[in-house]
T-cell receptor
Framework: GNSVTQMEGPVTLSEEAFLTINCTYT??????LFWYVQYPGEGLQLLLK?????DKGSNKGFEATYRKETTSFHLEKGSVQVSDSAVYFC????????????????FGQGTILTVHP | NAGVTQTPKFQVLKTGQSMTLQCAQD?????MYWYRQDPGMGLRLIYY???????DKGEVPNGYNVSRLNKREFSLRLESAAPSQTSVYFC?????????????FGPGTRLLVL
């Protein structure tokens, strides 16, 4: 079955530090990959996505590249801010061999990021 | 355009009580989902509805029922609440274009079962 594994947290950084949150996956078919962010007390928001191998998703200074050869989708940001403190979830949606979207997301366990001034 | 809305935001129940969590979306999405979020476990799918009139079990359906009332609304019911159902519940909706799908989440309902 499908699974998503994220690096264990929590991650604590100083402002302007470089961020990497690792994410690897296993899937049948042709998955799309996502990063969602959850700010304190709020629901999940889509941060970025990539739908095929070698695609790079980017948003708000965050980037992630879909690496099929290493089954990875690591999240990076060159200079974090205090406002980036949140929980980050890697997820996949498997289109399946027939090209039909199953419409179900498989999530990693989440990584808590805290950025100090 | 409110997106996905959920009510209530917070609820306390006693073991054995019942309640219904409400979810509505105004984006004309076909698919809707209910997840629960527990510490260290990410989100797990309870039930989903691929289209109006259809519902299917997800990863953790036991103890829950759902109703897709119309295209906009998808409710989750706990018939006899148990402490193990203490969690944060998220509703989501999605639309698929060109075989690509993105889910949009509501703000969540925090449920405490005593």
């Amino acid at each position: 079955g499908n699974s998503v594994t994220q690096m264990e947290g929590p991650v604590t950084l100083s402002e302007e530090a470089f961020l990497t949150i690792n994410c690897t996956y296993t899937a049948t078919g042709y998955p799309s990959l996502f990063w969602y962010v959850q700010y304190p007390g709020e629901g999940l928001q889509l941060l970025l996505k990539a739908t095929k191998a070698d695609d790079k998703g980017s948003n708000k200074g965050f980037e992630a590249t879909y690496r099929k050869e290493t089954t990875s989708f690591h999240l990076e940001k060159g200079s974090v801010q205090v406002s980036d403190s949140a929980v980050y979830f890697c997820a996949l949606s498997d289109l399946g061999a027939g090209g039909t979207s199953y419409g179900k997301l498989t999530f990693g366990q989440g990584t808590i990021l805290t950025v100090h001034p | 355009n409110a997106g996905v809305t959920q009510t209530p935001k917070f609820q306390v129940l006693k073991t054995g009580q019942s309640m219904t969590l409400q979810c509505a979306q105004d984006m004309n999405h076909n698919s809707m989902y209910w997840y629960r979020q527990d510490p260290g476990m990410g989100l797990r799918l309870i039930y989903y509805s691929a289209s109006e009139g259809t519902t299917d079990k997800g990863e953790v359906p036991n103890g829950y029922n759902v109703s897709r009332l119309n295209k906009r609304e998808f409710s989750l019911r706990l018939e006899s609440a148990a402490p193990s159902q203490t969690s944060v519940y998220f509703c989501a909706s999605s639309i698929t274009r060109d075989l690509q799908e993105t889910q949009y989440f509501g703000p969540g309902t925090r449920l405490l079962v005593l």
